[in-house]
């Protein structure tokens, strides 16, 4: 059971968010805790998308997600990728789910939460997209 809250609030002209509690491991309880359209970190997703794809990036392919699998179990592969996060977006009406390796819930077990977590969106029909660090 997932106890991880968000808050977003202004700071003068800063937009602080705070995550707090733990993440889910549950990827039922994942599709309960979807973000909208408008995420809190990203603003609109669509746009966020666009962005994405005008640096030359693209959804994640079957084979890159099974790369992520098999070989995602070291914090090096992250880093070596540039990685920030994985976007989980559904087409229709962009829904989404973010899993990010600097989370202490990702890095655990081998990075489980994140390989299993983006490989049950792919399933469901998500896209897939890659946040870079930079």
Known sequence: MS????????VG?????????????????????LGNKFHCL????????????ADGSDKLTIDEINHLVTNGKIREFYKEKNIWGYLCVRPSDYANYMFSPIDSENRDNNFARIR?????????????????SS
Do not use: Q, S
Not at 3 to 10: D, L, P, Q, S, Y
Not at 13 to 33: I, P, Q, R, S
Not at 116 to 132: H, S
């Open 3 to 10: 106890t991880m809250k968000v808050e977003c609030e202004r």
């Open 42 to 53: 990203f603003g609109n997703i669509e746009k966020m998308i666009g962005k994405i794809k």
């Open 116 to 132: 299993g977590g983006v490989a049950f969106f792919y399933n469901k029909g998500f896209d897939i997209y890659i946040i870079p």
């Open 13 to 33: 002209k800063t937009k602080v968010v705070a995550l707090t509690g733990e993440m889910t491991g549950d990827y039922n309880e994942m599709m309960n805790e």
